[in-house]
């Protein structure tokens, strides 16, 4: 996770923000929650129990989930459907 965060990290968090301060709020919540139960909590446990990674398995799930919010949000702020959502 320490390689992943400078490079990952930040575009999975400050993304939302944004999003949220122009007024995207409820695309922005739905993708954080969703993303969280699927990437941390499903793949992190196909990885630490089903394949058996252990605690590398939560860290590689965490990773995979901030590629997957980033992804997400960034298709979201390349298109121009959050323009219309006033605070």
């Known amino acids: 996770a320490t390689i ?3 490079l990952i990290w930040c575009d999975s968090y400050v993304t939302p923000m944004a999003l949220r301060a122009a ?3 409820m695309y922005s ?7 969280l139960f699927v990437g941390r ?3 992190g446990y196909v990885l630490t129990i089903v394949l058996g990674f252990g605690v590398p398995g939560v860290w ?3 990773m995979i989930e901030w590629c997957i919010r980033a992804i997400l949000l ?3 702020v390349a ?3 959050w323009l219309s959502h006033h605070a």
């Open 4 to 6: 992943g965060k400078p």
């Open 23 to 25: 007024g995207d709020v």
């Open 29 to 35: 919540s739905v993708v954080s929650v969703a993303s």
């Open 41 to 43: 909590i499903a793949i």
């Open 60 to 62: 590689l799930g965490m």
């Open 74 to 76: 960034r298709r979201r």
């Open 79 to 81: 298109g121009d459907k």
